[in-house]
């Protein structure tokens, strides 16, 4: 059956490939469409998977308590810090760490210029991350004014990782207090914030003199080993008031996520590019395919009187179709990963090519071209063997 098959003329092939500049054109075109879905899909992307970072790579926790009205890390509600020491008296909970977070001002050591960043107030005997820079320094930050800085942080607040590792310590300004940067970490930048620096609560409470030692951001909870997080999570949610929340860390990624997505217009504007790039791809496709259509409808209309069916004619299109999808995906792919290297190294968001992205954005291509194929059938249809006798 394959060598029948590959006796066959490739016909959709030669027909696409003789007149090589429109030729290139469609391929150019795809490309352009592809490439502009990649780029949306992929800043989409990073802005969901920098948002949610600091929840995957930070937290090490099981549940988590926050204010009612949470929605981001980054514009939280503080609530009472008893709350969260009141779940140490509930059956399966093992440890709790308090959290303070606050958007603060850090001036670059070289430019002297503020630029905001977000500031972690943990307890460094306890720091309830799972950083293992951080484990490692935690120590340091018990003395007053020394902080961590995140070295994979915006390039705006100063080249901190290399005078650091030259000088084995850095003194800085945060919040128009003087600090001294003793150790560095990694979670990067995000649209919200571009970088993040931790303190000690002590450290935390002096750089805001304003916040209440009393009123936490956050709360992580540790279960022992084998409880059940929804069955403890229930049994907390029953015991406390109605001023805090109880999730679990999906969970609480889950909401930041649905902030982004339909709380700010930014995933929207991206999604809506995914859709204008889709439907640019149709309107190219189907102007090549009508195009090629046209010039051959009387070749067409000869293989009808020939004897064969509109079938094969169809057949025959959609494999153009396919072959233009296949074909121009190659080298949107190629381009739009070397813009992410760019995209990354000028923004420093996680952005990144991802399997399930490209098969996502070639299957779009395929239904793309398919979809311009089925529109361009009408035309096809057309061909009337008595047209040319």
């Known amino acids: 059956m394959l060598r029948r098959w590959l006796r066959k003329t490739p016909l ?102 503020n630029r905001t960043i977000l500031v972690w107030g943990i307890d460094p005997g306890d720091p309830g991350v799972k950083l293992p820079d951080l484990r490692q320094q935690a120590r340091q930050l018990q003395q007053l004014d020394r902080v961590l800085f995140d070295r994979a942080g915006r390039p705006e607040y100063g080249d901190i990782a290399t005078a650091f590792a030259q000088n084995g310590e850095l003194e800085a300004q945060l919040n128009d207090k003087l600090v001294r940067v003793s150790g560095l970490f990694a979670v990067g930048s995000s649209f919200a914030a571009d970088g993040n620096v931790i303190a000690s609560d002590s450290t935390f409470l002096r750089l805001f003199p304003n916040r209440a030692a009393d009123r936490i951001e956050l709360g992580l909870i540790r279960l022992t080993p084998g409880a059940d997080p929804q069955q403890v999570k229930a049994t907390i949610a029953a015991a406390l008031p109605d001023d805090v929340q109880v999730l679990t860390t999906e969970e609480w990624a889950g909401v930041e996520r649905r902030y982004w997505e339909t709380g700010t217009g930014i995933g929207f504007i991206f999604g809506l590019g995914v859709v204008v790039g889709f439907i640019v791809g ?76 490209a098969l996502t954005v070639f299957a779009l291509t395929l239904v793309m071209c398919t979809a311009s194929g089925a529109i361009a059938l009408r035309k096809l249809q057309t061909a009337d063997p008595a047209d040319i006798f």
């Open 12 to 113: 959709a092939w030669l027909q696409l490939t003789r007149n090589k500049a429109r030729f290139l054109a469609a391929l150019a075109g795809i490309a352009f469409a592809d490439v502009l879905m990649f780029v949306q899909m992929g800043f989409e992307g990073a802005l969901y998977d920098s948002a949610m970072k600091p929840y995957r790579e930070m937290v090490a926790a099981d549940l988590a308590i926050a204010s009612p009205q949470f929605q981001t890390l980054f514009a939280t509600r503080s609530f009472q810090r008893k709350r969260l020491y009141q779940t140490l008296a509930i059956s399966g909970v093992q440890s709790v760490t308090p959290l303070y977070v606050a958007s603060g001002q850090w001036r670059n050591p070289e430019t002297r210029q």
């Open 282 to 357: 149709i309107v190219i496709v189907y102007q090549i395919l009508y195009s090629d259509v046209s010039d051959h409808l009387p070749e067409y209309a000869t293989l009808k009187a020939m004897g064969y069916a509109d079938r094969y004619l169809l057949v025959v299109l959609f494999q153009e179709a396919l072959l233009l999808a296949c074909l121009g995906f190659i080298p949107s792919f190629l381009f739009a990963s070397g813009l992410y290297q760019l995209a990354y190294a000028a923004t420093m968001l996680p952005i990144r090519m991802t399997v399930e992205r």
